[in-house]
């Protein structure tokens, strides 16, 4: 079993940056596919960007492509999502998971484990 802890979120304006931290302790990180979700007020939870095992391998949606990215450091047992060009749409509370699985399809519903979330808020 994994813990996972989100840092970093907070307010930001409009075209700003942040970067957020998911800190994995009870197992090593490097066993999890890892991915990154957001859900906005009244909103489902939906998938922003993942990464596999070693993090080689990583997947972001259409709506961050180009401005945000996920990468991991697994001497660390962190994964990091660093938020470029934000826009109001963005708001939302990201949440940090891991898959068990080899290889991770990154739908909610097949994450495994599951942090508590951090509140990033864009204003324009």
């Known amino acids: 079993q994994v813990q996972l802890v989100e840092s970093g979120g907070g307010l930001v304006q409009a075209g700003g940056s942040l970067r957020l931290s998911c800190a994995a302790s009870?197992?090593?990180?490097?066993?999890?596919?890892m991915g990154w979700f957001r859900q906005a007020p009244g909103k489902g939870r939906e998938f922003v960007a993942g990464?596999?095992?070693?993090?080689?391998?990583?997947r972001h949606a259409d709506s961050v492509k180009g401005r945000f990215t996920i990468s991991r450091d697994n001497a660390k047992n962190t994964v990091y999502l660093q938020m470029n060009n934000l826009k109001p749409e963005d708001t939302a509370v990201y949440y940090c998971?891991?898959?068990?699985?080899?290889?991770?399809?990154?739908?909610?519903?097949?994450?495994?484990?599951w942090g508590k979330g951090t509140l990033v808020t864009v204003s324009s």
């Open positions: 998971a891991a898959d068990r699985a080899l290889f991770s399809t990154f739908a909610p519903n097949d994450m495994d484990y």
């Open positions: 009870g197992r090593t990180c490097d066993s999890y596919c």
């Open positions: 990464t596999s095992r070693s993090g080689g391998s990583t």
